[in-house]
């Protein structure tokens, strides 16, 4: 397993994507999503020059966060249960996966008591798969409402896409989230830049439709082996 040039290839694509959608490509940032990976598997991720990582399991970064340098800025991507959220801000800077105005609220009122502000990202439902986390897109204007005056500012939303889905249905989702994003925009005068959307098998889609940060697992550090 060569992390570089994984990297170095998923980089080529990234810009490629770029340059067919006529995007800046200092517009999308690609996150290493280090999962399962020991802190010595990743660590060339940061030696080649990555800085935005993310995991999904609050237990997960807490082992593996102190491990490696404290330039490493942590984003975490999975359901964040409420009685995680306490480590959780202490930890992420950034945190995807907003999924109730109950956790927003918890994720506030923690964040003051530690004295942090994670950047926080509505996660959004958008192909309206049951078995998926996250937002109706109809029930996001009023948590986006709701987050006005905490101390963690919400600057965008969060998707993922089937797992086995054609290129249209891709495209379909990803330009779903951008145009929920935008029509928030307009209705509540909230400022979202950030969409995170776009993993290993889609990642150049997502950048054809507006991702902003690209969550990228497999294809820099290979398949997974859970325990
Ligand atoms: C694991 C994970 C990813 C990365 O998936 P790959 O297919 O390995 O790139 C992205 N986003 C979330 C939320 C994840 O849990």
Redesign the pocket.
């Known amino acids: 397993m060569n992390i570089s040039e994984n990297i170095e290839k998923i980089q080529e694509k990234m810009e490629a994507a770029c340059r067919r959608s006529a995007r800046d490509v200092s517009s999308v940032r690609l996150?290493a999503?280090t999962?399962t990976h020991t802190a010595e598997e990743i660590f060339p991720a940061y030696e080649f020059g990555l800085r935005c990582f993310?995991e999904?399991r609050v237990m997960e970064l807490k082992e593996k966060a102190p491990l490696l340098p404290s330039d490493v800025e942590w984003h975490l991507?999975?359901h964040l249960q409420h009685n995680k959220v306490k480590p959780a801000v202490r930890l992420a800077a950034w945190i995807?996966?907003v999924d109730s105005l109950d956790l927003l609220e918890k994720i506030n009122r923690e964040a003051e008591i530690a004295g942090t502000s994670p950047k926080l990202l509505l996660e959004v439902n958008i192909s309206g798969e049951e078995s998926k986390f996250g937002l109706r897109p109809d029930e996001v204007a009023a948590v986006l409402q709701a987050s006005r005056g905490g101390c963690c500012k919400v600057v965008g939303l969060?998707t993922?896409a089937p797992l086995m889905a054609s290129d249209d249905e891709l495209h379909r989702v990803f330009a779903g989230l951008r145009n929920l994003r935008d029509s928030l925009q307009e209705a509540t005068g909230m400022d979202l830049p950030e969409l995170s959307m776009g993993?290993?098998?889609d990642?150049e889609v997502a950048i054809e439709e507006g991702a902003t940060i690209v969550?990228?697992?497999?294809?820099?550090?290979g398949e997974?082996h859970y325990a």
Request: no cysteine; proline share 0%.
């Open positions: 996150m999503v999962k993310g999904n991507i999975g995807h996966s969060m993922m993993m290993s098998g990642f969550r990228v697992g497999s294809a820099i550090f997974r």
